[in-house]
């Protein structure tokens, strides 16, 4: 057997090693996938998508490919808004899609997404729905803020004080009560009508550049609190920007997928895992 194919993408600098394992062979384990994301001993990445035939994993969706999601520390999660627009660039120009829209199924449900002219990615993210409130402890600060569900879910504060003031090297506090599985921590400032800002503290990864299910939950939340449950806005993550529409029958993620390098990660490295 020879190495196994690796690609190397990201989405707002969120940044994932893409697996083609269309039969679903690869053995992903928890420390495999630990051991890919480190950015030491490993490529280095936020999160791991394995390109896997929908029917090799036995999984009930529309999409015939699906997108295999994992945290860079091994966990895995429902849904990926980046992840999914690196996913189905990287599908179209494998020729594994032939249009331009097209479904992937996801553990969140199926995605229809649509890959533009300029290799930006339309994802059809599903329902935002607001779950209720919570707090978290940063740096020994109390914030309150909205608990929004896009498949995964999402506490998201919004802060008055700018959100790059924020120190969030460890890990925020939560109620775990009221986030059993984890939860994604976003901090909004609202820059004027239709501009956010934002940071993110993800689950099972840390702080990252981006978090496309969190830039839908943030614009969720701040139209929740502004008494509306419908509208548009752009959202600045540290690595980008991305723009999102919210409404009653479903929400969008557009931006950017770009890809990095491609190559072959080595079968006894792979095999020591
Ligand atoms: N970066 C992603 C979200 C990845 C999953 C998340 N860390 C979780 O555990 O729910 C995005 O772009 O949405």
Request: include cysteine; charge should be negative; proline fraction near 3%.
């Amino acid at each position: 057997m020879g190495g196994i194919e690796f690609l190397k993408g990201h989405g707002t600098q969120n940044d994932f090693v893409l697996l083609p394992d269309a039969a679903g062979l690869l053995d992903l384990t928890p420390d495999r996938v630990a051991a890919l994301c480190d950015r030491q001993r490993g490529l280095g990445a936020d999160g791991v998508l394995r390109v896997v035939r929908s029917a090799a994993l036995g999984l009930p969706s529309e999409g015939e490919w699906f997108m295999d999601y994992r945290n860079a520390d091994g966990s895995v999660a429902e849904m990926c808004g980046n992840g999914m627009r690196v996913f189905a660039r990287y599908l179209a120009e494998a020729g594994l899609e032939t249009g331009t829209e097209f479904v992937v199924g996801s553990r969140a449900g199926d995605r229809l997404v649509r890959v533009h002219p300029d290799r930006s990615v339309t994802v059809q993210m599903g329902l935002a729905r607001i779950t209720g409130t919570s707090v978290t402890v940063v740096g020994g600060r109390e914030l309150s803020g909205v608990a929004v569900d896009v498949g995964n879910p999402h506490l998201v504060s919004t802060l008055d004080d700018d959100v790059a003031s924020l120190d969030l090297r460890d890990q925020p506090c939560f109620d775990t009560d009221s986030f059993p599985e984890g939860v994604n921590l976003e901090f909004v400032n609202v820059l004027a009508d239709g501009e956010l800002r934002m940071r993110v503290h993800e689950r099972g990864v840390g702080e990252t550049r981006s978090c496309g299910t969190g830039t839908v939950a943030a614009v969720a939340a701040v139209l929740h609190l502004d008494g509306s449950d419908a509208g548009s806005a752009t959202v600045d993550i540290p690595g980008g920007r991305v723009s999102v529409t919210v409404g009653r029958d479903g929400s969008t993620l557009t931006g950017p997928a770009e890809f990095v390098a491609r190559g072959e990660l080595d079968e006894s490295w792979w095999r020591a895992g």
